[in-house]
């Protein structure tokens, strides 16, 4: 079992930046593959950034050059420093994790079995 925790959610303007952190304990292994996904009101829950247990990083579209993963094994901890944050950023935030995850299948939520509770990011205009 693993279990996630994020932080760092919040509430900032048009511009700004947050840093999210998902904490990882239980059987932690670096051949997790991370992935940030995020789901806004009435939407349906999309993927953000994943980081592979290569190293590799893929990113949404929406996001690519404003949001960077990225992971400290020695603190099995996952980030993801967001910049130029847009009011369509707003959303619950979660952090995913699952083992060798197919590379076709890495921005599915259906491919990630360990969740965390989430965290609110809120960008007002």
């Known amino acids: 079992q693993v279990a996630l925790v994020e932080s760092g959610g919040g509430s900032v303007q048009a511009g700004g930046s947050l840093r999210l952190s998902c904490a990882a304990s239980g059987n932690v292994r670096s051949t997790y593959c991370m992935a940030w996904f995020r789901q806004a009101p009435g939407k349906e829950r999309e993927a953000v950034a994943v980081i592979a247990s290569d190293g590799t990083t893929k990113y949404a579209d929406s996001v690519k050059g404003r949001f960077t993963i990225s992971q400290d094994n020695a603190k099995n901890t996952l980030y993801l420093q967001m910049n130029s944050l847009k009011p369509e950023d707003t959303a619950m935030y979660y952090c995913?994790?699952?083992?060798?995850?197919?590379?076709?299948?890495?921005?599915?939520?259906?491919?990630?079995?360990?969740w965390g509770q989430g965290t609110q990011v809120t960008v007002s205009s």
């Open positions: 995913a994790a699952d083992v060798r995850v197919a590379w076709w299948a890495l921005l599915l939520p259906s491919a990630y079995t360990y």
